[in-house]
């Protein structure tokens, strides 16, 4: 018979507290650093976005921000370098308080250079034999980001800003004629897990308006406007749960603003808007906009379509006048 001793006995865990309790429950909504994620064209200004940002520091493999006065971290050379950067703020914020990723695809090919030489392979498609296992196990690696990032935001609050390049790819659309749109410049993979963990995925473009002319195509044109648009649309990815307008002007100021009220613009404030610009559309038009106006009363999300749609109608008068 073996002899018990006081090592060999094992000790009981302490009775589990039950923490899913009503005297738990928080109510309202919860002060959190923001985490969005911004694609679009090039030399919009999403850069500069991030650069307006509180207290921002930037990571990323791009040089397109040399114009920039900003804090920026070594450019990496490899994947561990990036999330060695994420772990120094984590320890640290050193008074920052946004981290930019500019660009997010620039970034992922040193994600694929990791997995390839951690399978031994030249290429991301050789992975496992092919077949998408590269991409695939690209994710992990991915998710190690966003969990770092997670981390951060736990430790010190820091807003996250992602940026990203925009493509124009063909949409296969199951309800009629197939169309193209921008998307994100990533592996569609990686690209659904990141719009899934933003809060905010914004697309940035210069404002433009369809302008027929008579016997001629209808053409395409911009009065320079940076804009950033908010809600999903046949056009573009995008989604929203800070409760902003459709479309703001591409600003830090601008977007923080509307973020912090988390409504489009009070009913008060957007319909002084409207009544001010009714008055500089053709006559043949205010009649159709105080008709909006009034149709929609006091509610903020009607008020912001009637403000978008005049603001539409003006800035087509202006390029025809």
Not at 10 to 36: C, D, E, F, H, W
């Amino acid at each position: 018979m073996a002899l018990v001793t006081p090592t060999t006995l094992k000790t009981a865990p302490p009775p589990r507290t039950n923490r899913m309790t009503l005297a738990s429950v928080v109510r309202g909504k919860q002060a959190a650093p923001y985490r969005i994620l911004i694609h679009g064209v090039d030399g919009v200004g999403k850069s500069t976005f991030g650069a307006d940002a509180p207290a921002p520091i930037f990571l990323g493999a791009e040089s397109g921000t040399n114009h920039l006065d900003v804090a920026r971290f070594p450019m990496p050379e490899g994947w561990l370098d990036v999330l060695d950067a994420v772990q120094a703020l984590t320890t640290d914020a050193g008074g920052f308080k946004t981290l930019v990723v500019d660009s997010v695809d620039w970034i992922e090919p040193l994600i694929w250079a990791h997995v390839c030489e951690t399978a031994n392979v030249t290429g991301i498609e050789d992975v496992g034999g092919g077949f998408g296992k590269g991409y695939t196990a690209a994710l992990d690696a991915w998710r190690q980001f966003l969990a770092a990032l997670e981390r951060l935001q736990r430790a010190q609050g820091i807003n996250v800003i992602l940026i990203a390049h925009s493509l124009i790819k063909p949409f296969r659309n199951p309800e009629g004629e197939d169309f193209e749109r921008y998307v994100l410049k990533l592996n569609e993979k990686a690209a659904g897990l990141l719009r899934e963990w933003s809060e905010g995925v914004f697309f940035a473009n210069y404002r433009t308006f369809a302008v027929a002319q008579k016997g001629k195509r209808t053409r395409g044109v911009s009065d320079g406007a940076r804009m950033l648009y908010t809600q999903r649309t046949a056009t573009h990815d995008a989604k929203d749960r800070y409760g902003l307008p459709t479309s703001l002007a591409l600003s830090w100021e601008e977007f923080d603003k509307a973020a912090v009220r988390g409504e489009p613009a009070s009913a008060a404030e957007l319909v002084e808007a409207i009544k001010a610009n009714i008055l500089k559309l053709p006559a043949e038009l205010q009649a159709k906009a105080t008709e909006y106006l009034t149709g929609a009363s006091t509610d903020a999300t009607k008020l912001s379509k009637t403000h978008t749609w005049i603001n539409t109608k003006l800035g087509q008068a202006e390029q025809e006048g």
